[in-house]
């Protein structure tokens, strides 16, 4: 056939194409190259057929990407899949950065993908904020959660640990001095006369009594032990260590503390003390009572003075 | 016999006092006419791979003083990539993404799209970007302490639409 019939065949061809669609097989070159006469129409068919094999494959890639087969691959000299293969890549990159940004990396940003890049770079702002309130509620929860921790564990009026928290404490420095076989001293102390106190003086000046001797005795303890207030005008002190005879040397320097320090009320402030020392088969209970009893003796013998247990 | 050239940082001048007027941009076309016709007279003198591997050692060092003096190299490594990306963009060397990246095993896969060196050239049938190899493997040298190569494996001139570079410790 001559170059204008093999053109004729080959525009028939394409306008069937373009009505019907590419189908299964693609772009199939109607007619053999070689059956155009002159030298010039078959290299022409020889170029188009090639342009149909192009066409058809980057048909086909661009249908794999489509798919998500991200990993496709087509040849480098396919003239009409070069910007699939931007686009390949623009894909590739979006899939690192949604597994980023799942792992919390909240960097990312995707440039010149136009609507896209400011959908991604929203999304990533809006993640970004969520994350700031989260953790601002997590701060917010953390100081609420100290604050009722502290409102647990500490007496409102001296600041020092309540009962509640000394009794847990002593259960641990028990567990402590039975397992390592440990000294442990406890000291019971009352204030003398705090009825009288607050009668002669008022409730508020019995406070400000009760607030002064905890400050007098917790610059008299060391770090390791626990000052605590039991009830009323009762404290209690925990000292990791100390045998009995050490534990009585330590009440009677709290108790000269109180005694020579100067309490807003027009009378002298002092305070009895029971000692008392850790035995191999005591609970907290025991242990508190045998100084509550050395403290009870203290107050018998005329106050202001330090009693050991018994 | 002369004394080789050291390169430093402050070589690259005060560009607001010496132009004033022009600024501190020029064309992609410019550079690009400078780096081929390097590599066109270099190439001559001593061999297309002799003339690859100076490409390369430049583009490291290049791209280590590149990562000291404008990158921030304590960053952790996706805060690192994310200020690196927009560095060259900025400074429109090219558009960085990441395909895949491992950092037990220090090996990463890049794309750079709109190349400085090579986006818009015609099809030589093989990669181009040798200083760019050494650009990057310098950056990342820089920023880990161990020494990387990169290997363009798709480059604009090789018919693909995205330079692509598979990077990798050379210990690991």
Request: hydrophobic content about 40%; overall charge negative.
């Amino acid at each position: 056939m001559n170059t204008g019939q093999a053109l004729e065949t080959i525009a028939n061809y394409l306008a069937q194409a373009m009505a019907r669609g590419l189908g299964r097989n693609g772009l199939v070159f109607p007619l053999e190259c070689s059956a155009v006469d002159d030298r010039a129409g078959q290299d022409f068919c020889k170029i188009l057929a090639q342009i149909f094999t192009q066409c058809n494959e980057a048909y086909s890639f661009a249908q794999a990407i489509a798919n998500g087969e991200l990993q496709a691959e087509v040849s480098r000299a396919n003239i009409f899949a070069m910007p699939l293969k931007a686009l390949q890549a623009s894909l590739r990159h979006l899939t690192w950065q949604a597994n980023q940004v799942a792992a919390g990396d909240l960097n990312q940003q995707v440039d010149f993908l136009g609507e896209f890049s400011l959908a991604f770079n929203h999304l990533i702002e809006v993640l970004r904020d969520k994350e700031t309130l989260q953790n601002k509620y997590q701060e917010s929860l953390q100081t609420i959660n100290a604050l009722l921790e502290k409102q647990a564990t500490t007496d409102p009026l001296t600041g020092i640990f309540n009962r509640l928290k000394f009794t847990k404490l002593l259960e641990v420095e028990i567990c402590r001095a039975q397992r390592y076989k440990s000294p442990l001293g406890i000291i019971m102390f009352d204030i003398d006369k705090f009825k009288q106190i607050n009668d002669s003086y008022g409730h508020q000046a019995g406070d400000s009594v009760l607030v002064d001797i905890a400050r007098v005795i917790k610059a008299n303890v060391r770090t390791t032990d626990v000052f605590a207030r039991w009830g009323g005008e009762e404290f209690m002190i925990i000292a990791p260590g100390c045998r009995l005879e050490q534990s009585r040397q330590f009440a009677d320097m709290l108790r000269l503390r109180v005694g020579q320090h100067p309490f807003s009320v027009l009378q002298p402030v002092t305070a009895s003390f029971g000692v008392a020392a850790f035995k191999p088969d005591d609970t907290e209970i025991s242990l508190t009572n045998r100084a509550d009893q050395a403290l009870y003796r203290a107050k018998a013998d005329g106050r202001n003075r330090v009693e050991v247990e018994e | 016999m002369q004394k080789p050239y050291d390169f430093t940082w402050a070589d690259l001048g005060n560009l607001t006092e010496g132009r004033p007027n022009l600024g501190n941009e020029t064309s992609v076309a410019i550079y690009r006419l400078m780096q081929f016709t390097f590599k066109d007279v270099l190439s001559k003198e001593l061999g297309r791979e002799r003339t690859r591997e100076i490409f390369v050692q430049a583009g490291h060092l290049s791209g280590r003083e590149f990562c000291r003096h404008v990158l921030n190299c304590t960053l952790p490594f996706a805060e690192f990539i994310a200020e690196l990306k927009a560095k060259l963009i900025a400074l429109k060397i090219g558009v960085l993404q990441v395909e895949e990246a491992s950092l037990p095993g220090l090996h990463f896969v890049l794309t750079v799209s709109e190349d400085l060196d090579c986006s818009g050239l015609p099809v030589f049938g093989e990669t181009v970007c040798d200083y760019d190899e050494g650009f990057i493997a310098g950056i990342f040298r820089e920023y880990t302490g161990q020494e990387f190569t990169a290997r363009e494996v798709d480059c604009w001139a090789t018919g693909d639409r995205t330079c692509r570079f598979q990077v990798k410790s050379i210990g690991g």
